[in-house]
């Protein structure tokens, strides 16, 4: 089944994404954590989205937010929030001083969106001087139940201590690949697209993939929402020839994940038009637990013609849409129809851009 979504307008905001991940300090060596905690009934820690001071004058400034079913993330300055968060921090300090048995931070934190609602509150700020294991709490979040959603509650902390201690992380866990090592920096990786079969001839997801990691999910990730891909085609449609396109693969995961198409080449009768797509794809849920897909796309143009050389020939951004759905079933292909294109000189194009795409579940689930 192929269900057909028409994006007749471009809102003007794009979203993008930068690698940036760095490596980790050995796990048993203290550290400043600052962010999210969920915190279980028994007091341990259920899981957590923060980010990491480990060196004297390192910056925690950066992004915390919370969604639906127990997802939490933190991610670094300027970089994309889940389109699902329902209440979002924006963080700022610094560390000042850090030893083996305490670390001084200066910390200001601003509650940007509460249940749901955005607000603008004055930051607030405070120094702190802790020993080692000893936690300081900003602030406590009671999340209420709602759907298929449980009750939980969160704190906004800062930590000083080990992973080791907080999370009985090992350096065995990180060279293995460990989801349990609590956060940390957001980083991005961007897919590169070539052509491949369209929806219908079984394309293979061979081609490189996107994703971005904005921290540990705050007391596990709701089952719904685990290990999904999404297989996306950008198709050409020209009168008279055949379709063209080209594929990418993303994890389909609980936050933004970044991809990118390849740029496309359209010969016109006064000179060449480059065009590069690309957005963000999401998986979420709705408050009441129910799965959703959040998707996003931007175009660029690059117009060379005889009045306007290669030199001269600036990409234009045309804006970007987004739109949030009921998450598709594995034998739907949803389309996502973009306007017409149209030169830096003013000539409609009768070429037609849209994106396809489906969600594919692990092999032997249903």
């Known amino acids: 089944m192929k269900l057909r979504i028409a994006l007749l307008t471009f809102a003007i905001a794009a979203i993008h994404a930068s690698a940036g991940a760095q490596v980790p300090t050995p796990a048993n060596q203290p550290i400043v954590h600052s962010g999210l905690f969920a915190i279980r009934a028994d007091g341990k820690i259920g899981g957590s989205a923060v980010q990491t001071g480990e060196y004297v004058g390192d910056d925690l400034a950066g992004t915390l937010y919370l969604s639906p079913c127990a997802g939490a993330g933190a991610s670094g300055p300027g970089r994309a929030v889940s389109a699902f968060a329902t209440d979002v921090w924006l963080m700022s300090g610094k560390v000042l001083e850090l030893t083996d048995q305490q670390a001084s931070v200066q910390l200001g934190w601003r509650r940007t969106r509460r249940a749901g609602q955005d607000e603008n509150p004055p930051e607030q700020s405070t120094t702190l001087t802790l020993k080692r294991g000893e936690r300081h709490t900003l602030e406590t979040i009671s999340v209420p139940a709602a759907g298929s959603c ?21 350096d065995a866990d990180y060279a293995g690949g460990s989801a349990r090592a609590g956060g940390g920096r957001g980083s991005a990786t961007g897919a590169a697209g070539r052509p491949t079969p369209v929806p219908g001839s079984q394309p293979r997801a061979d081609a490189g993939g996107a994703a971005i990691s904005v921290g540990s999910g705050g007391g596990g990730t709701h089952p719904g929402l685990q290990r999904l891909t ?19 693969t993303s994890s389909l995961l609980p936050m933004p994940a970044a991809y990118a198409f390849g740029p496309l080449a359209i010969q016109t009768a006064s000179g060449s038009v480059s065009v590069k797509v690309e957005g963000t794809i999401e998986a979420g849920l709705a408050p009441d637990g129910e799965q959703r897909l959040h998707f996003t796309a931007s175009r660029s143009l690059t117009t060379v013609t005889s009045s306007r050389p290669a030199r001269d020939g600036k990409a234009v951004i045309e804006g970007s849409t987004k739109t949030t759905l009921k998450m598709p079933r594995p034998d739907e292909v ?17 070429d037609r851009l849209s994106i396809r795409v489906r969600v594919t579940l692990p092999s032997g689930r249903e």
């Open 230 to 248: 999404a297989d996306l085609w950008l198709v050409r449609s020209t009168p008279g020839a055949a379709d063209q396109t080209l594929h990418v």
């Open 150 to 170: 449980d009750a939980r509650t969160v704190q906004l902390d800062v930590v000083f201590g080990s992973r080791n201690e907080l999370y009985g992380v090992t």
């Open 334 to 350: 949803l389309s996502f129809e973009m306007p017409p294109l149209r030169t830096a000189d003013g000539v409609t194009l009768p």
